[in-house]
C-alpha cells in the first residue's frame, strides 16, 4: 500500500469522527511492520475547538475556532483499521 492508499483508507473510516465538512486530514507519519504485517500510522485532522480559554483577556486574544488532533491508527494490509489510539507525541 502507498502512502496515497493509507490516507485515503484512514479518511475514509476516521471521516465520521469530526463534524466539519472539511476536517483536513493529514498523514503524519507511516511506518510499516513487516513482522506483524500492518501500518502504523498517524493521523491528524480539524476538530472544534472546545478548548477556548475564558479569562477577562479572552477579548483581546484571538482563539482559533479549530484544533488539531492526533491519532495513532493501526491498519492491516487490507486498509481496515485493527487499533484507533490517542497519540503521544513525546514519544
Known amino acids: ?12 473510516q476516521l471521516r465520521d469522527l469530526s463534524p466539519l465538512d472539511q476536517p483536513d486530514f493529514r498523514l503524519e507519519q507511516a511506518v510499516y511492520r513487516k513482522d506483524e504485517k500492518v501500518w ?7 476538530v472544534e475547538n472546545n478548548n477556548k480559554i475564558s479569562s477577562p483577556f479572552s477579548p483581546l486574544t484571538q482563539q482559533p475556532p479549530y484544533q488539531r488532533v492526533f491519532k495513532k491508527v493501526i491498519m492491516d494490509e487490507n486498509g481496515q483499521v485493527a487499533e484507533f489510539l490517542m497519540y503521544d507525541m513525546a514519544g
Open 40 to 46: 502504523e500510522i498517524v493521523i491528524s485532522y480539524l
Open 1 to 12: 500500500m502507498n502512502l496515497k492508499d493509507l490516507l485515503h483508507h484512514a479518511t475514509t
